[in-house]
């Protein structure tokens, strides 16, 4: 027959209710992430790539960069839902 202990009524609810606390009060990783404003997008022969940027500066560069290596259809789309091809980026530079 099971016995009830102190342990089981005082001692482990209290251990369970402090690491709940400490882990409730820790930050989460959601609270560090960086929300992404432009995406980009571009193919080659093999792959799709899709990159995140946070400024414009950033989206262009990386958009820039696809194309130099030889990515085609390659775009950006604006935090507001714009999508820019290539014949259009000078929007972002203006």
């Known amino acids: 027959m099971y016995q009830l202990r102190l342990a089981d009524w005082i001692v482990r609810p209290a ?12 930050p989460s990783r959601m609270d560090r992430t960086v929300q992404l404003q432009y995406l980009i997008s571009g193919n080659n022969r093999y792959v799709r ?9 950033g989206a262009l560069m990386t958009a ?11 775009k950006i789309c604006t ?12 929007q972002l530079e203006g």
């Open 49 to 57: 790539v899709n990159l995140g940027r946070t400024t414009a500066a």
């Open 64 to 74: 820039k960069q696809l194309l130099q290596e030889g990515y085609m259809d390659v």
């Open 79 to 90: 935090p507001r839902g714009q999508i820019l091809p290539s014949d259009e980026f000078g």
């Open 15 to 26: 251990i369970d209710l402090l690491l709940l606390l400490l882990v409730s009060r820790w």
